[in-house]
Every structure is written in structure tokens, then in C-alpha cells.
């Protein structure tokens, strides 16, 4: 029987669209008492995946220049060179693809349709394939330089299975480069509400229970780079032909409580990251009675679950730049576009930008449409992030 580490009850994933049944659920992250994982019990079924990508939107993606960086890793390695045919397995748009400023041959897979559609539009010589990981079928792709598996294996409801599809693709010339946070490294990037257990990841992985999977799925570490600048072990890997699975997936006493050590040291920093935000927010908006929130995603869903309903007794609006979330509503509050904004009176209202990652892209853009910097509530200082 696992043990419970967090839980949410009653989650809405983004808008107030489709059946509150579809919308709303209860997301728990559990430790497996054996082997010391820590994954999303229960995961997402099919059904369950298409409410997470139907709106998610900009909820996904990174950092601008993280591609160009990857690129750069990854060439500087040999890993990336002229004409070598690349697979970027849960490649979104198709971003870290047209981001190799030189001819290759790409090939982006993922399951989400509309992103794929907008990877096509954006990148019409490239091979653009929908599909789970864990069916890609070896005889579709022929041979492989590399395969990037960026910040993916924490999504997908089995890792194992998706790993074991990737080893049949690899050549023993193919290197596979994977990403992912791991929990001994959470503790110094958890500043912010969200935290490690993102809703949207299904594992979380420890330096230990990566390396079994990896062991497990037949591939060879060739090197482990934990990214000074965010909470990423990138990987490159090997198909170790004739290698098997361990038949005993268990941790030693030491190891567990080596994570378990680790676990609640990112508790203990993710509660302190939440009090300053929830601090912040309170002192930001004390005083007035008009609000406009920026952001309908996640974030708001979150932040509404630790602070409550912080807007009941104000005048609230809400905005959001993603067009899958304008004009519909949030929990009953019309999800507006930024254009409104230029419209306020900000003599008498307070922004409040919900977001963590955005938090200063959407504070210049208030600013240039005339929001003063005083009535701009920020949430977060010093982000780190993805």
C-alpha cells in the first residue's frame, strides 16, 4: 500500500468547459513503500490525457533559448551534425526541431493533435508523427542518429514501456538524450506554488529509481549533466544490446531513506515558497477593491486551492493570452483577453499576475499597455524554472 505525500481535491483542469465529471478530479502523489517511487496514483486514462491537452496551450513549453541551449549541448557533444536524422520524442510545436540551425532530418512525435498541427504549419519539411510513445513501431522511422526525450518520461503513464519502444528504434550508433527533475534537487528550485509534483507529471524520479529504469530498459549512461540553472538531469544514453531487466526493482533501507531525507526537504522548502506567495498576495490586494488576474491556467487553479476564493467580495476580471481559454469562463469568471487591459482604470485596481514562469514577460506587457508598476502584484522573486 503506497503512502500519501500530497493531494488535491475537487481539481479543475482550465476551464469551466465540458461535464464538471470530465473537469474536476482529486490528483494524489504517492510513494511506493518498496521501491521508494513516487509517481500520480491514479495516472490519467486516455480519455483523461485528451481534457490535460485540449487546453493546456501554453501551459506547456520552456523558457526561451532552452532550445537553442539544447542544441548547442548537444552538438558541442557530436551528438547533433549535418544531416544526421533526429527524432524529438514529445516535441510539442516542433520548437527544438527548427531550433538546429542546420539541415537534419526530423522527425517530432507526440500525442498532443493541435500541437502537431502547429508543428506541421510552422515546419512543413518536416515528418510530424501523432502517436502514444509506447507504439512507435521500429519499421516506420529506419535508422536514427538521435532521440531527444526532453523533459517527457515524467508525463507519460509508463516510462518503463516508453523507454522499451525508444530502445528498439536505437542503432548501436544512436545516442538517446533524456531529461527530467529528480527529487534531490527539488528542494533548491521549489519557489513557487506549483511545486515538483506538477499536476501534469505522472513520476517522479529520484537519482536512483532514473538510473533502475534506464538499467531496466537496456540503455547505457554515457553521461549524467545536472543543469546548473534549473532542476533538469540531462542523459545521454546507449542501447546496451543483450542487456535484461533486474528482476528485483527494490531499494536498499539506505537508499529510501537517503529520498525519503530529500522528500521532505522539498516539502519543507515548497511550503515556505507557498507562505510567500500566499504573503505577497495578501498584502497586494488588502487594500483595494478591483482586480484583474493574468492568468486562467493552472497556476490560478492552484493558487485558488491554497488561498481559497481571494477575489470573493471584490470586483475581479480575468485575463489570459492563450486563445484556447478566451471567452470561455473559469469557475464561473469570463476569461478576458490582455487587450482590456488598456481599458482599466488603474487608479483603483491591482494586477495580480498568476503565473510563475510569465511572471515577467507579463509584467513588461502590463506595463507597455499602461499599467503602473505600483499596482502590479508579483507573486515570485529570483525564478528559476524550465
Known sequence: MPSLVTQYSDL??????????????????????????????????PAGFDVLFDEAGMSYGAAPGRDVEQVHWMHARGLLAQNFRVMDVGCYDGRFLRSIPFEVGRI???????????????????????????????????????????????????????????????????????????????????????????????????????????????????EWFDHPEYNGSRLVLSA??????????????????????????????WHEATERALAALHEGIDDVQNLVVWGAGMHTEILSYRAGAFWSGKDIRLVDGDPLKIGKSWRGIL????????????????????????????SAHAIRMGVPERQIVRLYTGISHY
Open 12 to 45: 479543475q483542469f482550465y476551464t469551466d468547459s465540458g461535464s464538471e465529471s470530465e473537469k474536476r478530479v482529486t490528483v494524489s502523489t504517492v510513494q511506493c513503500r518498496l521501491c521508494g517511487c513516487l509517481y500520480m496514483d491514479p495516472a490519467y486514462s
Open 108 to 222: 517530432g512525435v507526440d500525442a498532443d493533435r493541435g500541437a502537431l498541427e502547429r508543428a506541421t504549419s510552422l515546419d512543413p519539411e518536416g515528418h510530424y508523427v501523432n502517436s502514444f510513445f509506447e507504439e512507435l513501431d521500429s519499421e516506420d522511422f529506419g535508422q536514427l542518429d538521435l532521440v531527444t526525450l526532453i523533459h517527457v518520461i515524467e508525463h507519460v503513464v509508463d516510462p518503463k514501456a516508453v523507454l522499451a519502444a525508444l530502445w528498439k528504434l536505437c542503432s548501436d550508433s544512436t545516442r538517446l538524450v533524456l531529461e527530467t527533475p529528480i527529487i534531490e534537487r527539488a528542494a533548491d528550485f521549489a519557489n513557487d506554488i506549483n511545486g515538483h509534483f506538477s499536476v501534469q507529471h505522472l513520476t517522479h524520479f529520484s537519482r536512483s529509481s532514473l538510473e533502475r529504469l534506464i538499467r531496466d530498459s537496456r540503455f547505457e549512461i554515457i
Open 240 to 269: 546496451k544490446e543483450g542487456g535484461k531487466s533486474s528482476p528485483n526493482n527494490t531499494q536498499n533501507h539506505g537508499e529510501f531513506l537517503r529520498e525519503s531525507i530529500h522528500l521532505f526537504r522539498y516539502l519543507s522548502s
Open 335 to 362: 476569461i478576458e483577453p490582455p487587450s482590456i487591459v488598456s481599458e482599466i482604470d488603474w487608479d483603483s485596481t491591482k494586477l495580480v499576475i498568476s503565473s510563475f514562469a510569465s511572471t515577467e514577460s507579463i
